[in-house]
């Protein structure tokens, strides 16, 4: 009978997948408009390791390396929704990436990014904090 993976045991394993994907989205941003980079990041392959494919511990991997990871000059929530539509893409979930501002009247102005998979769970790890969506892909 397997043990399940701890998660300090699944942040070290997932740490080489998390930072190809930081590679791939530094890449990719610098190939592709912010339009069709979307569509690009979501074209990755599945994991082929099965225990990857645990979107909610990704999401804690991402957030505890963020400062340390590509690209750089992002703001956090960009390259953290990036970050996570690439890692999501490979769980199997189709992530949506959305942009925002603060909704009229709230000020100052501010933006912020997230991404959506249908799922409450994913969905409030990342959501819009009072900011009234722009744009999505």
Do not use: I, N, Q
């Not at 994991?47 to 992002?74: H, I, K, N, Q």
């Amino acid at each position: 009978m397997s043990r399940p993976l701890p998660r300090f045991a699944f942040f070290v394993l997932a740490l080489p997948a998390v930072l190809r994907s930081a590679g791939r989205v530094r890449r990719l941003t610098r190939e592709t408009g912010l339009r069709r980079l979307p569509e690009a990041l979501r074209r990755a392959p599945r994991f082929r390791a099965s225990w990857l494919g645990r979107p909610a511990w990704l999401d804690g991997t991402v957030a505890r390396l963020l400062p340390l990871l590509p690209p750089y000059g992002y703001g956090p929530c960009l390259k953290r929704s990036l970050l996570l539509l690439d890692l999501w893409s490979r769980c199997g979930l189709e992530p949506r990436l959305h942009l925002g501002v603060r909704r009229p009247g709230e000020e100052p102005l501010e933006g912020h990014a997230w991404v959506t998979v249908g799922d409450p769970k994913l969905d409030r790890r990342t959501g819009p904090l009072g900011h009234e969506e722009m744009w999505s892909g």
